[in-house]
């Protein structure tokens, strides 16, 4: 069965210093998904991609993050200077978008990010 | 605005008795919602899904939820747990875009032997 993955499974950063998480979204899929989970608390939408631009954001995907598609079957979030906030699971999703429907979310198992 | 709330962060069943848990939405508009299940060290894997059909909702591994409007819930059960069924669930709502999730804090279930 297709999966989304995710890489690498746990990163660790100092604070201030750029990191690039990496998913590989379902092939077929069209719209894709970054999410975090800070430790003990809920997971919260970051940011959704379609058509190689951002099509929704939350409040949390500042300057500071920025996604990209770079050669077609990976997409990658970039938090560009480290803070120890960030700490947090973060997961990829992929959906297929049909025209007034609704499609659930394929989820990767999460890359944890450290910053020190 | 959209929300979820899930009533018990932790319910403890024995093997081979009902689960239940519960969740409650707030939505502006007719949402769509969701159970997402956490096994450790895997991703969300997808339960069941309502979207305006059916109210009764059937999932894999024997879950069902039933959409109730009129309570603003979508309850998730199950007849006789596993332990296998032993993780964290996640109920989530829609944005009415669909493009955004909105996830409750979580329901971890314990099975006990």
């Known amino acids: 069965e297709p999966e989304v993955t995710q890489t690498p499974s746990h990163q660790v950063t100092q604070m201030g210093q750029e990191v690039i998480l990496r998913c590989v979204p379902i092939?077929?899929?069209?719209?894709f998904y970054w999410y975090r989970q800070i430790l003990g608390q809920k997971v919260e939408f970051l940011v959704s991609?379609?058509?190689?631009?951002?099509?929704?954001k939350s409040e949390i995907f500042d300057d500071q993050f920025s996604v990209e598609r770079p050669d077609g079957s990976n997409f990658t979030l970039k938090i560009r200077s480290t803070k120890l906030e960030d700490s947090a699971m973060y997961f990829c999703?992929?959906?297929?978008?049909?025209?007034?429907?609704?499609?659930?979310?394929?989820f990767g198992p999460g890359t944890r990010l450290t910053v020190t | 605005a959209q929300s979820v709330t899930q009533l018990d962060s932790h319910v403890s069943v024995s093997e081979g008795t009902p689960v239940l848990l519960r969740c409650n939405y707030s939505?502006?508009?007719?949402?769509?919602l969701f159970w997402y299940v956490q096994h450790p060290n895997k991703g969300l894997q997808l339960l069941l899904k309502?979207?305006?059909?059916?109210?009764l909702v059937k999932g894999i591994n024997g879950f069902e939820a039933e959409f109730k409007k009129s309570e603003t819930s979508f309850h998730l059960t199950k007849p006789s747990a596993h332990m296998s069924d032993a993780a964290e669930y996640f109920c989530?709502?829609?944005?009415?875009?669909?493009?955004?999730?909105?996830f409750g804090t979580g329901t971890s279930l314990t099975v006990i032997p």
């Open positions: 999703a992929s959906s297929e978008y049909y025209l007034g429907d609704f499609y659930e979310q394929y």
């Open positions: 092939s077929n899929h069209l719209y």
């Open positions: 991609f379609y058509n190689n631009e951002i099509s929704e």
């Open positions: 939505s502006s508009y007719s949402p769509s």
């Open positions: 309502y979207t305006s059909a059916a109210t």
């Open positions: 989530v709502v829609t944005s009415n875009t669909g493009n955004q999730f909105y």
